[in-house]
């Protein structure tokens, strides 16, 4: 068991497509007892019956655009949970509009909201979860190639997931000296809630298909065991990552490929 005796915080499972919740359960599967956070209460319907599936308690709501939602949750947390092992941060959030047409009319509040809720929440939770981080800690977001390259029509997303990879760096030399790691996964395309509304999302697992050198999509289940392997002593060295879990996408240069 790779995480037998851990304890950990699971922020972003909305339903059982999540990838918060691929994760959730490679991580209990493996000994580690976690509280999940939802968004707000209508998730409480579908993501409290997952808990349960978990042993887990009934999840925490937090919105994590409220700096008092955040407060409130540790303080929670903190009763049930005084010592955190790992804090997996699955959380990202744009304006529809932004999700389609063209970067160059994302308005000022979208700009504003995709970075807010997708990134600097991470840097929050990070900084709250701090009193409660053991020695060894692991703390894990996930992001997306649209950071490096420019994916039509995911926008506004991918500048804010560029400066959540940053943010990785950051807090990895911020947390270092504490013996706490700092990572992210890069993941391929995964049909869930967020993912269905950047335009075009069924072009874009089409093309990986064809097109990665495993040839085929990526699964919720791969991001799952990459998340296991990144929160466990399994990757002791391993610190201020971006691990691409996609099949080998990124590393291609063209959306052709000729079977051989
Ligand atoms: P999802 O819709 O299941 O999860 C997104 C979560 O963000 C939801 O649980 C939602 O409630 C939560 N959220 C949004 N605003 C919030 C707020 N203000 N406060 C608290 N929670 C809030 O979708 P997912 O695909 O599992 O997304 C999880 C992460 O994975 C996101 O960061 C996403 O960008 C990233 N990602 C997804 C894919 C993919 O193809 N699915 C690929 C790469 C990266």
Excluded at 32 to 60: C, D, H, Q, Y
Excluded at 123 to 146: D, F, I, N
Excluded at 230 to 236: K, N
Aim: proline residues 3%; glycine residues 8%; aromatic residues 6%.
């Amino acid at each position: 068991m790779l995480l037998k005796g851990k304890k950990g915080l699971i922020f972003g499972v909305a339903n059982e497509h999540s990838l918060a919740w691929h994760i959730a359960k490679q991580v209990h599967a493996q000994g580690a007892e976690v509280i999940l956070s939802v968004a707000s209460e209508r998730f409480l319907r579908k993501v409290g019956p997952l808990a349960e599936r978990l042993g887990a308690p009934t999840p925490i709501i937090c919105d994590v655009a409220d700096d008092d939602a955040i407060a409130k949750a540790f303080a929670e947390i903190g009763q049930t949970m005084p010592k955190v092992d790992f804090l997996v941060h699955a959380i990202a959030t744009a304006k529809r509009e932004d999700l389609q047409g063209r970067f160059v009319d994302t308005s000022r509040d979208g700009f504003a909201l995709a970075h807010d809720v997708s990134t600097y929440s991470f840097l929050a939770l990070c900084r709250a979860a701090e009193p409660l981080l053991q020695k060894g800690a692991s703390l894990l977001t996930l992001t997306y190639l649209g950071a490096i390259r420019a994916v039509p029509s995911y926008n506004v997303m991918g500048v804010a997931k560029a400066s959540l990879e940053s943010s990785v760096r950051y807090l990895a030399n911020d947390f270092g000296p504490l013996g706490i790691r700092v990572n992210a996964i890069s993941a391929g395309p995964v049909k869930t809630l967020s993912a269905s509304v950047v335009k075009g999302f069924k072009d874009k697992v089409d093309i990986q298909q064809v097109a990665a050198p495993l040839r085929r999509n990526v699964t919720g289940e791969d991001v799952g065991k990459s998340g296991l392997f990144l929160l466990s002593d399994m990757a002791s060295g391993v610190t201020g990552e971006i691990l691409y879990v996609d099949c080998g996408y990124n590393i291609m240069a063209d959306f052709i490929t000729r079977e051989v």
